[in-house]
């Protein structure tokens, strides 16, 4: 029996490093996949590793139908499909999600989504919310993302020039990437210092200051 798989983790957790080996791994078996992907940092229908892994993919936008798809290539077309892989699945539509459920249950096809829990706001992305409410397996990845403090990274921020943001639109392409000059960028954060918005970039300035009483916030 086919399943739908959910494996998720914070940024730098390693999830397209991931679904990159998971593909390698079927294919070497003889086993035939497609790649699927939505608003990869590196652009449009691939999927990047931050360890410098690529490979081409389907790109996912708003109207793209993955039941469609899928029995066009098997009946139209005479393809033979054995699974899925999606990356970047939080931001698949609910709709989107409950087509892989089905392709997973009628079509018989493994599906294996890749993606990020929460949004920048601390906030389920509708596609991570359904597949937990989905999925035959969810998998919380164990590399651990690490918080400019040392400690246990469990949420993704969004900084422009350095300073997190709360708010703004949920789906901005930025990178994490120091070396890259652009406003708008992602960095991962324990939750002591989500809550108190203090990112790497700010928290030199910080430490010059006493932290307030833990009761005057």
Do not use: P
């Given at each position: 029996m086919a399943e739908?798989?959910?494996?998720?983790?914070?940024?730098?957790?390693?999830?397209?490093?991931?679904?990159?080996?998971?593909?390698?791994?079927?294919?070497?078996?003889?086993?035939?996949?497609?790649?699927?992907?939505?608003?990869?940092?590196?652009?449009?229908?691939v999927i990047s590793s931050r360890l410098g892994?690529?490979?081409?993919?389907?790109?996912?936008?708003g109207d793209f139908d993955f039941w469609a798809y899928l029995v066009e290539r098997l009946t139209q077309h005479g393809e033979r499909v054995d699974y899925l892989i999606c990356d970047e699945a939080q931001f698949y539509s609910v709709t989107q999600i409950d087509q892989l459920a089905a392709i997973a249950d009628d079509l018989d096809i493994d599906v294996f989504?890749?993606?990020?829990?929460?949004?920048?706001?601390?906030?389920l992305f509708d596609g991570s919310r359904r597949l937990v409410e989905l999925a035959d397996r969810t998998h919380s990845l164990q590399?651990?993302?690490?918080?400019?403090?040392?400690?246990?990274?469990?949420?993704?921020?969004?900084?422009?020039?350095?300073a997190?943001?709360?708010?703004?639109?949920?789906?901005?392409?930025?990178d994490v990437d120091p070396e890259i000059d652009e406003r708008v960028g992602y960095e991962v954060l324990c939750r002591q210092h989500h809550r108190k918005q203090l990112t790497s970039a700010r928290a030199g300035a910080a430490a010059l200051r006493p932290d307030p009483l833990p009761f005057s916030k």
């Open positions: 739908l798989h959910f494996y998720t983790g914070t940024m730098d957790a390693g999830k397209s490093t991931l679904a990159l080996q998971t593909n390698h791994n079927h294919a070497v078996r003889g086993r035939v996949g497609v790649l699927f992907t939505s608003h990869d940092r590196a652009g449009s229908a892994l690529t490979e081409g993919a389907v790109e996912v936008d989504c890749f993606g990020i829990m929460t949004d920048f706001r601390t906030r590399v651990e993302s690490l918080c400019w403090c040392g400690r246990r990274a469990t949420h993704n921020a969004r900084t422009i020039d350095g997190m943001v709360i708010e703004g639109d949920v789906i901005v392409v930025g």
